[in-house]
């Protein structure tokens, strides 16, 4: 791992002290989280040095609340290097998510893509490509094996998928009673092209044993804590979703590097699922003879009650399921929710849908919440699980304000629900229908 810098190692002492106090000292901090501009409620020192542009000596001596007057007299609105119109939940690690109407290209763009973040990035200067090395073993791999990215590109053939990457906890924000984790509305999703080498052809490289059933990865970001002997996250999937054509080891995203916040210099890509099955900054995969027991796989993260349970319920472990394929969604992208449109005028709208391991069959769109619908134009996906692009013309039928819905059909006949879905203790799989406003003059 590269070294610490000073702030970080001060953010390090103090949580080896006294994590609450430390928490509380630093962090906490009543701004309001929407209209504060320049600096965050609970910052991190990595995002409040790369803010003002240098580190800071003594930000262990830095009263919490105070905005660093080289941000509180700048007139420029904090943002993430690399990221545009994003609106950042929380920088604890930096977690920032993407209104709906910046997720309108067909290919999601570099800039435009979320950051779910569960520990501290890997520092930018300390990342080597040429050094970089991805180690593969496990008790089920027959001959462990280190690749850098240069071999990798050399022994294995590349392949570029358009790849469908939503967070579990895309949505939860609406659900009541409120679940822990940061309060995603829609924009946790993203569907960018990526290229890179399939896990398949790297994993029989190294022999996979006859009872090997998972995969599972390391990063190397560390845990918030700064313990060297915690992973903020080792996630994995199946061996059958790890041996998919459209399973990727990519570097590269969109034909350029992939970004920083999204893993540079290696990541893996398993769309369709949650997304925090496809580690970043990838450094280690394991082939398992069990399912993978790294940080974050055991219930309750990214893992849903068996059966439906009343709102509030407390579940017991043994009765979750970890989530595998995520569930048929859509969003509206074009136009942006509170637009004005002229009586008489034909309104082309559009979006994508998209459903997990599946196909998405149908998109209806309504104009009266929801009494009645009507079919919209659908794109076949340019491969398996990337996003479908849909479209419609809408008229209105006198002025006044309404909303447009969109619902999505999956190939087994599944479609999302207008309301909140089941309820669940980590509030994830929210797949309820994306709306946005219109007023018609
Ligand atoms: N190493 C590492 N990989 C990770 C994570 C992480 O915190 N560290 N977060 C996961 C989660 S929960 C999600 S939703 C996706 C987010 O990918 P993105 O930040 O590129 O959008 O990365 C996943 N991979
Ligand atoms: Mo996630």
Not at 102 to 117: C, G, Q
Not at 284 to 312: C, E, F, L, W
Not at 335 to 350: D, F, H, I, M, Y
Request: net charge negative; proline share 9%; aromatic share 8%.
């Amino acid at each position: 791992m590269t070294d610490k810098t000073p702030e970080t190692r001060g953010l390090h002492e103090l949580y080896a002290e006294n994590p609450e106090d430390a928490d509380r000292r630093l962090w906490d901090r009543e701004v309001d989280p929407v209209s504060r501009r320049g600096f965050l409620k609970r910052s991190s020192l990595l995002a409040m040095a790369a803010a003002v542009g240098g580190s800071i000596p003594f930000a262990d001596r830095m009263p919490g609340g105070l905005i660093p007057a080289a941000l509180a007299q700048s007139e420029e609105p904090f943002t993430l290097e690399g990221k545009e119109g994003l609106t950042v939940l929380n920088d604890r690690p930096i977690n920032a998510e993407t209104p709906p109407h910046l997720l309108d290209d067909d290919i999601t763009p570099a800039k435009h893509m979320f950051v779910r973040n569960n520990g501290i990035p890997p520092e930018a200067e300390g990342i080597d490509v040429d050094a970089w090395t991805l180690e593969i073993d496990g008790e089920s791999c027959e001959t462990p094996q280190s690749f850098t990215i240069a071999d990798l590109k050399e022994k294995f053939e590349h392949h570029t998928y358009q790849l469908t990457v939503e967070c579990g906890g895309n949505g939860r924000s609406e659900y009541v009673p409120s679940a822990s984790g940061n309060q995603w509305t829609t924009g946790a999703v993203a569907c960018p092209s990526f290229t890179g080498v399939r896990l398949r052809d790297v994993l029989e490289a190294c022999g996979i044993k006859g009872d090997a059933v998972y995969i599972g990865y390391y990063g190397a970001d560390t845990h918030v804590s700064g313990d060297p002997n915690k992973d903020p996250i080792s996630r994995g999937v199946p061996m059958e979703k790890a041996l998919e054509d459209e399973s990727l080891i990519a570097w590269s995203m969109n034909g350029e590097n992939l970004p920083y916040l999204n893993g540079h210099p290696l990541r893996l890509v398993c769309g369709g699922w949650p997304a925090s099955v496809s580690g970043k900054w990838l450094q280690r995969i394991v082939i398992r003879n069990q399912k993978h027991d790294g940080t974050k796989m055991a219930p309750p993260s990214y893992s849903v009650p068996k059966h439906p349970v009343a709102p509030g319920t407390e579940v017991p472990k043994e009765d979750f399921v970890t989530i595998e394929s995520m569930p048929v969604k859509s969003l509206v992208t074009f136009p942006k929710s509170g637009v004005t449109q002229n009586l008489g005028e034909s309104l082309a709208v559009r979006g994508h849908a998209w459903a997990g391991d599946l196909s998405v069959e149908q998109v209806q769109v309504s104009i009266d919440f929801g009494a009645t619908w009507q079919p919209a134009e659908l794109q076949p996906a340019p491969n398996r699980l990337a996003w479908q692009r849909w479209t419609a013309e809408l008229e209105f039928p006198e002025p006044g304000y309404y909303e447009i819905w969109a619902k999505a059909t999956d190939s087994e006949g599944r479609s999302q629900p207008m309301v909140v879905p089941g309820w669940n203790p980590k509030g994830y799989l929210n797949n309820a229908c994306h709306r946005i406003a219109v007023q018609v003059a």
